[in-house]
């Protein structure tokens, strides 16, 4: 081969490999949102049967109810929905939300509004999250996805759906049951 050919493919492999590093030096990947929690696997358990404590709060993994096989309903909860019902959900590549019974009414209002039909906010309609009073939330607001929490100590909206956009779907398992127009919904 020629000698300068060899020189001319030298230059551009080096100016590809530094445009290829600068250009993603400037562009670094969005940090996730969250704490990052060991898996407690995907074990179905029956309704009362006993199991160990959970590694997250509120839970992100681990034993779980599975009664008809599918996920509760997608939607807005007024009911407290138990940790083992919704890491169904989770499992399920879905987002939950939980707030403490005490949260302000019109922080209630925002979440349930941001996460049901008619959405508060047109460009985003989550059709994948729970949300719903717990009484055990050591904060006001506390979002888990599969292997995933977020704490708040209040309504904020753009951190709270990054949170929702950096993990709905990432699951062990599909994405199977059905996707709805979430709801407000009484009791889980």
Known sequence: MDKRFLGIMA??????????????????????????????????????????PY??????????????????????YTQEVPEEVFLH???????IITYKPDLPKDQITKLQKLFTSPYSDPSFKPNRAIVTPRSKNTKPIELAAWTWTFSLDGYDEAKIKNFYLQHVGQTPES??????????????
């Open 11 to 52: 230059v551009l492999s080096t100016v590809f490999i530094i445009l290829f590093v600068v250009s993603n030096s400037k562009n670094p990947a969005p940090q996730q949102l969250g704490v990052k929690h060991a898996s407690q696997g995907e074990t179905h358990i029956n309704r009362g049967e006993s199991h160990p």
């Open 55 to 76: 590694n997250s709060s509120p839970a992100s993994s681990g034993w779980h109810y599975s009664d008809s096989g599918a996920p509760i309903p997608w939607g807005a």
């Open 89 to 95: 959900n989770t499992e399920h590549g879905g987002v």
């Open 175 to 188: 994405m199977a049951g059905p996707s709805n127009t979430p709801t407000i919904q009484t009791n889980p």
